[in-house]
């Protein structure tokens, strides 16, 4: 990625998980917790695609297995976040730009379930039981109802963010190629020489437009 993608993909993920450690796990809410995490990843996920999206998921799901006050095995959630942000970034338009507001929800339902799902089953593979005595239908079911409602104020703005630094120097110097193309085409532009050989090209045109008049009077 590059150093822009770096830096926002970096200040954003510590944000949402400052927020959320420090707010959103406080609100003793019923089942699950709004996972703002999640909702970063996929907002970046969404225009830079699903190799970011990946590496974008697993720096913030190992930042969140490592920030207290964690209770599962390190690596846990740097899992499920790399596969939510691959997937999601296979959505991802060509134009980095949803012209629909469907997709971006139907996603965050499915990265919402998704991850809970898979969540509890790497949790099951490492013996990792500490939210065993909460039922999976209710966690399933405020996870997606908690970051749906949460999307639209996060998700766009994070996907708007993520575009500004999509300047890419190689398409402006095209574009500047076609037009100087464009310029040259048309001899609007063309120059030939130095100021002599300019001087010499005006001379010429001149001197040819004065034998068309000529010729034009002896015709009549």
Not at 14 to 38: E, K, N
Not at 88 to 94: I, T
Not at 170 to 188: K, P, Q, R, V
């Amino acid at each position: 990625m590059r150093f822009n993608r770096t830096l926002l993909s970096t200040a954003l993920v510590v944000i949402a998980l400052v927020v959320q450690v420090s707010v959103l796990a406080r609100l003793q809410l019923p089942g699950a917790v709004p996972d703002l995490l999640l909702l970063v990843v996929l907002g970046l996920a969404f225009v830079y695609g699903h190799v970011a999206g990946a590496l974008i998921g697993f720096g913030a799901g190992l930042l969140a297995d490592l920030a207290p006050p964690a209770d599962h095995a390190a690596g846990r959630y740097a899992l499920v976040l790399c596969v939510i942000g691959y997937c999601a970034g296979l959505a991802r338009p060509d134009n980095g730009r949803l012209k629909s507001a469907f997709v971006p929800m139907a996603a965050v339902v499915a990265a919402a379930i998704g991850s809970t799902l898979l969540y509890a089953l790497v949790g099951a593979l490492v013996g990792d039981t500490a939210a065993r005595h909460v039922g999976l239908g209710s966690l399933l079911f405020t996870a997606a109802v908690y970051d749906l409602l949460l999307a639209p104020f996060t998700v766009p703005l994070i996907m708007a963010l993520a575009r500004r630094t999509e300047n890419d120097p190689l398409s402006e110097s095209s574009s500047g190629g076609d037009m100087a193309a464009g310029w040259l085409s048309s001899g609007t532009g063309l120059r030939i020489g130095g100021p002599r050989g300019g001087l010499r090209l005006k001379a010429a045109r001149s001197r040819a437009a004065r034998a068309g008049r000529i010729k034009g009077v002896k015709r009549l």
